[in-house]
């Protein structure tokens, strides 16, 4: 039995196919189309999900669309409804497009599936379970647990925010639901607008911006208080209430509204090229520590509900990892599984096990031993003969290496030398991270490698930290982590043995003095709190990357690698070969490995590339 799941028309279109329970491909439509975000129809994605399991859609048992679109349409008339006259503005922008197209939803998606190819209407069961159960299933059914607690927080679904469900088997029961307006990921994302950075897809910057803050100052506690006592108020289960007066989302075309913020901590709007200040630093400091506790006492109610020793967890604010990480240390849980796709885009994959475990109610199989997820690389691979056509199209001369072992030994001795490295192998990641196939690599031990990285590769903000890749056998010896961390969700400390010590001032020093402060013998990857976000690589999931790593440490003593996703500021992570040959002509990068193929940037001819991508064999 075949189930094909999509997310779409919000953000982060995804599709998902599942064959008898088991995930045969997922792919996120940004990938193909090489727009960030996309949120269209995902017809490649799709396409390729289709292709890969063999099937068309006349095959198909049935269809999963991962919200009900009358629930949300009947949340946003109620909301204008209860603000009116508020909105005005805000109803008429979007109310044409609910009615021509997405009241309609179920037309419109058969007739994009008739886009793609001819089928029987009659024949297609089409499924639309809700959001939030989406984002439970897509954690839930690939843990490999048998019963779980399921925590998932977003922005808004269609009503629900947040919800507490309790896994048995193949079954999920909704226990507890937090409603719209009243939603943590719509506050962090209120920060996200404030502080200058994009809504739904800069919360990671804001993120990353928080350890800049000053844990000690007084404007950080100010802010918080702030923020407890005027925006939000916080009850002992996690339940929250925001306080509207101050907030834009529910009827207008903003997150915040800026005079009242402005009142209220005595900073402006930061727009996105202005500097970023000490200000805005605290003031992602404080909502950073905010979002975890409330993080933190929706797990403990979470428990104390289930009392389950295990917690499942999906939706935005799961990719979350620095609160991900400090709740690991929190120990209210024996074992904690997040979806490496945990945003929209995950929905897709939530939709079609909802369908298959609880709407067929198919029961599960459990391989403990065995990643469901198979690393999170369920995208397309492609073959050696498109790299063989993209060198004759562009004239690209390219070193081949006959085998493996060949091919990482000279990868990891291009890297100790103090090159970047664009890396694609096999199929490519499901989920925001990179996690090994579509890389760039560098050494972490070079003092110079985060700036350079952000500045000549990436072209993003300098604050940005890296991440790294370790042997899962050697990642205690680099970090304080108590499990395993594939997916990139997690923060450990860096080993204090491996630190530098600070200066007394430190916290006080100027951003830029502070931001390129050596604090370990692995530079590129400490942040300023000397936290980092780990990746631990497996042999059994990701083994050609882990023969890297190997070879890398037995050539430099470290088993650690830089690895951040192949991708320029403002562009999906790169899915093909040639997707990939365009970003490493267009930026500083050294090398680029595709397969057994190797590019020295040195020896390519001239030229610079526009913003558009496409594979040579289509």
Known sequence: MYIL????????????????????????????????????????????????????IDNLDAVAFYDKPFLKFERLLETYYGFA????????????????????????????????????????????????????????????????????????????????????????????????????????????????FRVNSGEYKLMGLAPYGNPASQRVKKYRDLICRELIDVRDDGSVWLNQRYFNYAVGLTMAKDDAWEKLFGVKRRLPDDEVTQAYCDLALAI??????IVFKMAYHAQS???????????????????????????????IYIQPAAGDAGGALGAAYSAWHIYMDQPRTYTPSYDLMQGAFLGPEYPEQEVELLSRKYDAPFTRYEDEDALCNAVARIISEGNVVGWVQGRSEWGPRALGNRSILADPRNTEMQKRLNLKIKYRESFRPFAPAVLEEDSDKYFEL???????????????????????NYHELPLREKLYYVRSSLPAITHLDFS??????????????????????????????????????????????????????????????????????SKQPKRKFENEYSSVLD
Request: with cysteine; hydrophobic share 40%; aromatic share 10%.
């Open 532 to 601: 980092a976000r780990v990746q631990t690589v497996s042999r059994l999931t990701n083994p050609r990357f882990h023969k890297l790593l190997t070879a890398f440490k037995e050539l430099t003593g470290a088993g650690v690698i830089v690895n951040t996703s192949f991708n320029v500021r403002g562009e999906p992570i790169v899915n093909s070969p040639e997707d990939a040959y365009r970003c490493f002509i267009n930026t500083e990068m050294d090398f680029l490995a595709v397969g057994n193929y190797v590019f020295d940037k």
């Open 5 to 56: 799941g999509i997310s779409a028309y919000y953000h982060d279109a995804a599709a998902a196919i599942l064959k008898d329970g088991e995930i045969i491909a997922a792919a996120h439509e940004e990938r193909f189309t090489r727009k960030k975000h996309d949120a269209g129809f995902p017809k490649h994605a799709i396409e390729f999900c289709l292709k890969q399991s063999g099937k068309s």
């Open 85 to 196: 006259p508020k909105g005005v503005k805000s109803f008429i922008t979007s109310m044409p497009v609910w009615v021509k197209e997405k009241l309609f939803l179920r037309k419109l998606i058969l007739d994009e599936l008739l886009e793609i190819q001819l089928y029987d209407k009659k024949k297609i069961k089409l499924l639309f379970p809700e959001h939030h159960l989406s984002h439970a299933a897509s954690a839930f059914y690939p843990s490999n647990l048998k019963q779980a607690a399921i925590l998932t927080i977003d922005g808004v679904g269609e009503w629900s925010t947040a919800s507490i469900c309790h896994g048995k088997e193949n079954q999920i029961k909704i226990l507890k639901e937090l409603h719209f307006p009243h939603s943590v990921g719509l506050l962090y994302s209120a920060f996200t607008y404030y502080v200058g």
């Open 288 to 293: 950073q520590q905010v979002t975890e506790d």
């Open 482 to 504: 108590s499990q395993v961390s594939p997916y990139m969700l997690l923060i450990g400390e860096v080993r204090k043995e491996l630190r530098q010590k600070l200066p007394a």
């Open 305 to 335: 509900l289930t009392g389950s020793e295990n917690l499942c967890m999906a939706g935005g604010v799961a990719l979350n990892c620095v609160a991900n990480g400090k709740l690991l240390k929190q120990n209210i849980f024996k074992n």
